[in-house]
């Protein structure tokens, strides 16, 4: 499955942006998918993950309350919903999908999309 990440762009502290992951290549039913980010000069980092059915959702604690990962298979994409974004949310955004038919969630990371950048400024 190819993974294409968009809807970055610049927003300031205390807005809003909804990411988009769309798959392509095979249904996106039975993948379970993820959202990472990667800030300047950090290591990439968990931000949201949920399973095929949408049945579990986990999220990193820094954005718990303020993102909100949903995923529409039908229309083979996932969704980050950023809210109360802040400086330190500034970062490239990736979406990564497993195969998981089981519901196990995101564990392995096979397959990556190219990354959109996020700018919050203060």
């Known amino acids: 499955v190819q993974l294409q990440a968009f809807g970055g762009g610049l927003v300031q502290a205390g807005g809003f942006l909804r990411l988009s992951c769309a798959a392509s290549g095979r249904t996106f039913s039975g993948y379970a998918v993820g959202w990472f980010r990667q800030a300047p000069g950090k290591e990439r980092e968990f931000v949201a993950a949920i399973t095929w059915s949408g049945g579990s959702i986990y999220y990193a604690d820094s954005v718990k309350g303020r993102f909100t990962i949903s995923r529409d298979n039908a229309k083979n994409t996932a969704y980050l919903q950023m809210n109360n974004l802040k400086p330190e949310d500034t970062a490239v955004y990736y979406c990564?999908?497993?195969?998981?038919?089981?519901?196990?969630?995101?564990?392995?990371?096979?397959?990556w999309g190219q990354g959109t950048k996020v700018t919050v400024s203060s």
């Open positions: 990564a999908a497993d195969w998981d038919p089981r519901g196990i969630g995101l564990t392995r990371g096979d397959y």
